[in-house]
Structure formats: structure tokens, C-alpha cells
């Protein structure tokens, strides 16, 4: 199938949802995400499936059996495999014409600007206590005009704070 009748046919149920100018705008958007488990992963599935066209995706772990209970590429089959590969492939195959960037060494200080290169959205998925690099890319984000949005679920419910860059700061 050629790529816009398959574009327009797996997104076409969106519409209502989000418009005809609007589902373009999600298939020319790159999302960077941080953190390809628990949080990351679902996040990146979804934005998947509504239709986003471009991920950067950075995570430096592996999937283990204590992963199964709550992240969406754990699985038998991903045991021991790369978080990053396999949400880049799982990524893959909601819409095979996605351009997706992998950064399987996470994401780190001396190569946070190409993380961060043509994002027009951060999304943090990465490890709760791992404040530092998390401070470092929100303040990169602001600094390059990127809104960045983290979303943790709690218990039921869940938590969300969007951080724009002439709002309020993370710090």
C-alpha cells in the first residue's frame, strides 16, 4: 500500500476527534521522548496510533520480567532486549512510513541538543529519580522555544504539567 492512502486510512478514524488539518499537522510533528518503559512507552504507542509522523525516542535500558506488570513492550518475546529498539519497532509497526530516530544510550548531556534537534515536543518518560538530567532537558527545552510535558500515573490517576517556554520553569 502506498503511504498516503495507507496514512489516510489508518489515522481516518481520528477525524472528529482531531480535524483533517490537524491530523496533517500530527504526521509532520517530531515528538522526542525520554524513557521508552512504564510511562514513555505508553505515551509513544499513543501518539502513535493518533498519527504522529516523527519520534525521537532515547532510552538505555533493557526489558526484564519485573517490567511485565505495567510497560507495553515488555513481553516474553522482548526479555532482555533494548526498551529504545523495541518501541522504535513497535512504533514501526502502527505506521512503517514514521520517522524515528533512536538514541539507545538515553539520553546525556553531551548529546542532548541532537536529542532534542528538530523536536516540536518533549515528552519525559525517564526513571522518576533521575532529577538531573531531567532538570537539564526541561531547561533545554526552554531555552529552545520546546514545550515539554511530563505525565506520570499514579495509583488511579495520573499527573500531568506542561511546561512551555514563557511559562513557569520546572526548577
Do not use: W
Amino acid at each position: 500500500m502506498e503511504r498516503i492512502q495507507f496514512l489516510h486510512e489508518a489515522f481516518s478514524r481520528n477525524l472528529g476527534l482531531v480535524s483533517e488539518a490537524d491530523q496533517s499537522r500530527l504526521l509532520d510533528a517530531r515528538i522526542a521522548v525520554a524513557g521508552a518503559g512504564g510511562v514513555g512507552g505508553l505515551h509513544l504507542l499513543t501518539l502513535a496510533r493518533i498519527g504522529v509522523g516523527k519520534f525521537t525516542i532515547a532510552d538505555f535500558d533493557t526489558f526484564d520480567t519485573v517490567n511485565i506488570n505495567r510497560q507495553y513492550g515488555a513481553f516474553i518475546s522482548t526479555l532482555g532486549q533494548p526498551k529504545g529498539q523495541v518501541m522504535f519497532d513497535m512504533v514501526r509497526d502502527i505506521n512503517p512510513f514514521a520517522d524515528v530516530r533512536l538514541f539507545p544510550q538515553g539520553v546525556t548531556l553531551q548529546n542532548l541538543d541532537d536529542f532534542l534537534d528538530g523536536a516540536d515536543i518533549y515528552v519525559d518518560g525517564i526513571d522518576f529519580f533521575e532529577i538531573d538530567i531531567r532538570r537539564a532537558i526541561f531547561n533545554r527545552c526552554r531555552e529552545k522555544g520546546i514545550v515539554a510535558l511530563t505525565s506520570a500515573p499514579l495509583g488511579f490517576g495520573a499527573t500531568l504539567q506542561v511546561f512551555t517556554p514563557q511559562g513557569m520553569s520546572f526548577d
